[in-house]
């Protein structure tokens, strides 16, 4: 089961991205789930709290 989190506004990207001084890049990383530090689960916290979707896809 593989999941991400799905985040198409684009200010509450900007607000996790600065919030955390990460690259667009490593935000993806992030609520793809490819990363687990424990940065990594506070954006992704982040994300949910300001209307990210937790998506769960079967392999």
Do not use: H, P, W, Y
Request: hydrophobic fraction near 35%; proline fraction near 0%; glycine fraction near 6%.
């Amino acid at each position: 089961m593989r999941k991400k989190i799905e985040l198409t506004d684009r200010d509450a990207r900007k607000k996790i991205r600065e919030t955390f001084g990460v690259s667009s890049m490593s935000l993806s990383l992030a609520l793809n789930f490819k990363r687990n530090s424990d940065k990594c689960v506070k954006m992704r916290k982040m994300a949910l709290d300001n209307g990210g979707v937790m998506l769960q896809e079967a392999n």
